[in-house]
């Protein structure tokens, strides 16, 4: 098993920035591929980044390519994830989750994760 609580989230306004984090415990933090997702009201859980796990290999979508940046420390067996420029759209809960090692992985589908965190508000105003 493994825990996931993620923190960092609140108000910003537009541009602003925010550090999201995600601390994980209980198997060993290094087999695991890790994501961000997040889900607004009325939507679908979306991806946003990723990392696999030797940690040398990121994925971004679209909607937020040059402004997010995923990062991991495994010796803090954290995750974290760096906002920039934040849009209103921005908006939604945020989720971390972990997948453990496998050879095909679809990180960006959500099904392919085994354990999630709790998520964390985030806030834009514009």
């Known amino acids: 098993q493994v825990q996931l609580v993620e923190s960092g989230g609140g108000l910003v306004q537009a541009g602003g920035s925010l550090r999201l984090s995600c601390a994980a415990s209980?198997?060993?933090?290094?087999?695991?591929?890790m994501g961000w997702f997040r889900q607004a009201p009325g939507n679908e859980r979306d991806f946003v980044a990723a990392m696999n796990w030797r940690g040398d290999i990121t994925y971004y979508s679209d909607s937020v390519k040059g402004r997010f940046a995923i990062s991991r420390d495994n010796a803090k067996n954290t995750v974290y994830l760096r906002m920039n420029s934040l849009k209103p759209e921005d908006t939604a809960v945020y989720y971390c989750?972990?997948?453990?090692?496998?050879?095909?992985?679809?990180?960006?589908?959500?099904?392919?994760?085994?354990?999630w965190g709790q998520g964390t508000q985030v806030t834009v105003s514009s």
């Open positions: 209980g198997r060993t933090f290094g087999n695991f591929g």
């Open positions: 989750a972990a997948a453990a090692e496998r050879s095909l992985w679809s990180y960006r589908d959500s099904r392919d994760y085994d354990y």
